[in-house]
């Protein structure tokens, strides 16, 4: 069973900078695709970004394009979210996600494939971001 551990959550005053971070504990895992969620109280589970290993694209929500960057090392199945600018409605439990490795007949090809939740077989326990006004 693959784990998924979030790291470097916090409080942050608005404007500024936070970088969380994911680790699988399984270090012979290999995924296909990482990415990041976010869930604020009262609020469904909504995409943020992803990163697919295979070429390196990268995929970002509207609310946090031109904001935040994910990025990450496939080998060490380790995936960052540098967050900018941050804004109150920022404030949300960040979860990290993993698209195990997929049939190469079967790519995922579109935003809407890594926007999907149901395209992530794993994940994490969250890590708290709060953004202060």
């Known amino acids: 069973q693959v784990q998924l551990v979030e790291s470097g959550g916090g409080l942050v005053q608005a404007g500024g900078s936070l970088r969380v971070s994911c680790t699988a504990s399984?270090?012979?895992?290999?995924?296909?695709?990482m990415g990041w969620f976010r869930q604020a109280p009262g609020k469904e589970r909504g995409f943020v970004a992803a990163i697919n290993w295979s070429g390196g694209s990268t995929y970002y929500d509207d609310s946090v394009k031109g904001r935040f960057t994910i990025s990450g090392d496939n080998a060490k199945n380790t995936v960052y979210l540098q967050m900018n600018s941050l804004k109150p409605e920022d404030t949300a439990v960040y979860y990290c996600?993993?698209?195990?490795?997929?049939?190469?007949?079967?790519?995922?090809?579109?935003?809407?494939?890594?926007?999907?939740?149901?395209?992530?077989?794993?994940w994490g326990q969250g890590t708290q971001v709060t953004v202060s006004s």
């Open positions: 996600a993993v698209v195990p490795e997929r049939d190469p007949g079967s790519p995922l090809h579109y935003f809407s494939d890594y926007a999907s939740s149901l395209s992530y077989d794993y």
């Open positions: 399984e270090h012979t895992f290999s995924s296909y695709a």
